[in-house]
């Protein structure tokens, strides 16, 4: 992984230019904090995260391998110098996220500045590099651009933000694209793909092995402002702010072919119930629909036919229409594991075409970036 | 400041859509750290900051006010519950960062996911909305983009990145557009003039009253990768990654007039060191120059005149070719203060026109989006 976003890329900034001699007097007793390292992925595909914390009685890890399934963990051990430690793996080569608890305290690695920003779900990155991460590494082929946009909402009267992927070429050429709404999961924003989701990267990478037809990739900011209205109604505001003003301005902004044969929509977790919200009643806006580590609860099953009668009641219609229908979970996904399931018994009932993929793994990043990259490869055929 | 990157804008995941009864069977003890809010800023521009932290013995906050002599900051309290608070300010409206010290242990504030990444200077932002902060607020008027860019390095050998923002109209225009070229500090990365720097918003507003002319803002990667060989070896690489690289993507993928009238640059701290290296021997190309909380110390002033013997030696040449000059320090700036004086009293020993505003507060982005608010609107006149 080539790039420097960790402390060693650091130039001191006193060595930079002479600066006075002030500023070159400030010294202070050396910690073992100075010199500490973390995390450290070793050789073997190990990695060792450490964090100084002389005064603390407790020290643990998460991470989304361990919600994966692909390596444990257990509290930190203390040396006599103050500093915890804990060496872990091998890890599957991936980006990883974690942070740590100090005396129950979540506490971002204070030594690793790689972080993925969100809502609620702030926490540090790492890569241990290897063949399985190259899909989603940051090659040296062709890349696309990644745009922060900011746009005036009519349906929320505030200014949003979305990221916009635009690929390879776009720049310098004149061609049209299809485009691909792709929404992220409660507690993130739209900066969740870019970061953690490494979305540019793996539409850049399979660009490049032609693998996917050249795209835009749209991701909006999903989280809507606090309501009490309650969930039914925050569900149909993301689907007004989508259709009536994320849409409109790609398509007034962005050269792009509109309709339906070339827009596409997925989404992961709360993403997926949005796409779930959107697609039935927009299939003649949407040909390619992906919901990932998201489902119908059994319990709400009968409310799910009765809204949406027209899509799931006229499956020979349905069917001509939706091109793709790309279903995913974890098989350790106990969040929406059996919701999943249960979508996938309702569509097969009422004949719909869809596919069902139980994967490895739990909700996590993980999964969501492998949906990315076999569901991309699929659209706009 | 009408964005949702808070906690508050969470739509709980479980209330989305029905979620399967095993997960909202996932209950747990409350405790105070559930309905904890931080920061929050109070109607009177009060800031109280709190931490859930019950068996830490000290905790203290930091922050960039502080430098800046706005605010003062004791250690938090403790209150029996274990949440940790302390009310400081009023403050002035304005973007500010900060982080938590935890039993020594540095902790970004668990509560508020608006961080402020970068190479080693990771922390947590907040506004103090107000008259004095709309030149860099998020405002409902015509924003540009900002675009993460990937690029392959020829001297890093190595994929890199730069934040490129392009101004409102852009991208449905075609119309060529001058470029300032806008460097960070030490610890940073390209992305630092994008958060805490708000340059694409000051940009924004700037342009919406007509202060500025539109134009490309670039802010390349200034923090070159690890080396042994010292501060003028790592100088020298960033002048050949601004001048072989950079530039060249830059006028090759952007609608740019490509000329020393239509170039600016400038640079806070390391990259007003950067910029003071690269603009003597680059007139050509150049004729906007800002160094801001940077100048040349004492004891190296001989080793500056000898290098840059053509720039201060023929004032009258330097003076035509140079249409701005624009340096700035803040008066409380314990760290470059010094130089920058020294810097000064140079340049006017050699007859070098400048311009030298010794500002309010210290080393601080407080003052750094208010130097790029007064440089932008001289530029390319």
Known sequence: MLNFRSAAGLIALASILSLPAAAQRQARTPTPNDT???????????????????????????????????????????????????????????????????????????????????????????????????YEETRPVPHGEVRIVWYQSS?????????????????????KYPVF?????????????????????????????????????VMPNGSMPPSDKGPAFQAGRFADELLKNVIPYVEKNYRVIANRDNRAIAGLSMGGAQTLRVLPSNLDKFAYAGVWSMGVGRESTAGFEQDNAAFLDNASKTNKELKVFWLAVGENDALVGESAKNLDQLLTAKGIQHEFHVTEGGHTWINWRHYLHDYAQLLFR
Do not use: C
């Open 36 to 134: 500490l390292k973390s995390p450290e992925v070793l050789p073997d595909r190990q990695v060792t995260f450490r964090i100084y914390a002389p005064k603390a009685s407790e020290v643990a890890i998460t991470g989304d391998w361990i919600t994966h399934g692909r390596a444990k963990a257990g509290p930190l051990e203390k040396a006599d110098d103050g500093v915890w430690s804990i060496t872990l793996g091998p890890f599957v080569p991936d980006f990883y996220s974690y942070s740590f608890s100090v005396d129950g305290v979540r506490t971002l690695d204070p030594k690793n500045a790689w972080v993925k920003p969100g809502v609620t779900s702030l926490s540090n990155m790492f890569e241990v590099p290897g063949d399985d991460a190259a």
């Open 181 to 217: 709404y792709l929404l992220h999961g409660a507690g993130d924003d739209d900066s969740g793909w870019s970061t953690i989701g490494r979305a540019g990267f793996i539409l850049d990478n399979l660009l490049a092995e032609k693998k996917a037809k050249p795209m835009i990739v």
């Open 155 to 175: 349906t929320l009267d505030t200014m949003r933000s979305m990221h916009v992927y635009t690929p390879p070429g776009y720049e310098s050429g004149n061609a």
